[in-house]
């Protein structure tokens, strides 16, 4: 990957972090005390994401990281 490929990337897994995130606050916000299972199976599936996106996310800057370290920027 050149770094523009690297860029797109990191620019559309913030985005998509960014999403997750507001998707997980909604969810939160109306769950209430007593959420359903849907609800609970839907957080976790949100939180599963979130946690993902920003493992993805993580890899990507290393890459950045060592084209920077390498020179070839």
Same mark, same amino acid.
């Given at each position: 990957m050149d770094r523009a490929e690297i %860029? @797109? #990337?990191e #620019?559309? *897994?913030i985005d #998509?972090?960014?999403k997750v995130q507001k998707a997980l606050d909604a969810l939160n !916000?109306?769950?209430g005390k007593s959420p359903s299972m849907s609800d609970v199976k839907a957080h976790e599936a949100l939180v599963? @994401?979130?946690? !993902? =996106?920003q493992k993805e996310l993580l890899q990507? %800057?290393?890459? *950045?990281? !060592? *084209? =920077? @370290? #390498?020179g070839t920027m």
């Open positions: %860029e @797109a #990337k #620019k559309s *897994l #998509k972090s960014q !916000d109306s769950m599963q @994401a979130r946690n !993902d =996106t990507v %800057e290393r890459g *950045l990281s !060592d *084209l =920077t @370290a #390498k």
